[in-house]
């Protein structure tokens, strides 16, 4: 099993030190989340589902991207992920580059997790209609992966067009993963068609086997786990072909380092035995 570890639950000074330790312990990724901009209208705010609103307009936003080029110069073999971007509220070039940045000046350790949104009041002040945001991340993605692996590419689509272009430098990797987000239908139509795996919102082992029943066989699965007590669980995981845990071995911030070097010796993360 391969372990992710959220650095978007934690407080940005503590970024840095949770990406090198997780690198040092040898966990496999670390993740970003990302929004562009936060609405100041609360009525815009409330997650599907629930009444009270998901967001703080003043939380500090980042470019997440960017921020895991800089965590690139201070690690060596983690990979670095967005969980997830919203890759339709910018140009695909936009979103394109970035990756591609990102993979180079890392050696190789992209991840681009990508997702629909669900936060109307983004959408709305960035002049984009809501409503159009899964056909938008549809035709974004193969423009992405046609920048990322052809020569020159032109484009004449819904929502994007171009003449042809050229696009330099490509990622090292060859297919850069792309992984999406979402639990509606269409999100697990996307992981399966057009990415390379999915990524879940938190579950636990029971709450996560209805979306894993309608995704198609054979759809790498990474599931955030944060409910995970026990290195007996893994194995119930890997059987319900999930491949990757992200896990929160802390509740402080101050406490990650240390949650996170626990973590590895129970779990045998990097290799390690598992501590008895």
């Not at 709305?124 to 549809?138: C, M, N, Q, V, Y």
């Amino acid at each position: 099993m391969k372990f992710g570890v959220p650095l978007g639950l934690l407080h940005p000074a503590a970024w840095k030190d949770v990406a090198v330790a997780a690198d040092e312990l040898g966990f496999e990724s670390v993740w970003l989340p990302e929004h562009l901009v936060f609405a100041t209208d609360l009525s815009l705010a409330a997650y599907p589902g629930t009444s009270a609103p998901a967001i703080k307009p003043a939380t500090p936003l980042f470019d997440a991207p960017a921020y895991l080029c800089w965590l690139a110069a201070f690690t060596s073999h983690v990979r670095l992920g967005t969980a997830v971007q919203l890759l339709a509220l910018r140009h695909p070039f936009v979103s394109a580059r970035a990756f591609a940045t990102l993979d180079v000046v890392s050696g190789g350790r992209a991840i681009c997790g990508v997702g629909a949104g669900w936060y109307r009041g983004e959408w709305e002040a960035a002049g984009i209609p809501f409503g159009t945001r899964g056909a938008r991340l549809d035709e974004a993605i193969e423009v992405v992966r046609r920048l990322w692996s052809e020569p020159v590419v032109t484009h004449s689509g819904t929502f994007y067009s171009f003449p042809e272009v050229a696009f330099e430098p490509k990622p090292v990797q060859r297919r850069l993963p792309m992984l999406a987000g979402g639990e509606s239908p269409a999100a697990l139509r996307r992981a399966a068609r057009l990415c390379d795996g999915w990524i879940s919102m938190p579950h636990t082992l029971e709450s996560i086997k209805p979306q894993l029943d309608r995704l198609a066989a054979g759809v790498p699965v990474t599931a955030h786990a944060y409910s995970l007590s026990s290195p007996d669980e893994v194995p119930a995981w890997a059987a319900l072909g999930v491949e990757r845990l992200i896990v929160r071995p802390w509740t402080r911030s101050r406490d990650a380092v240390a949650g996170l070097t626990d973590f590895a010796a129970r779990y045998g993360v990097g290799g390690r035995a598992p501590a008895g």
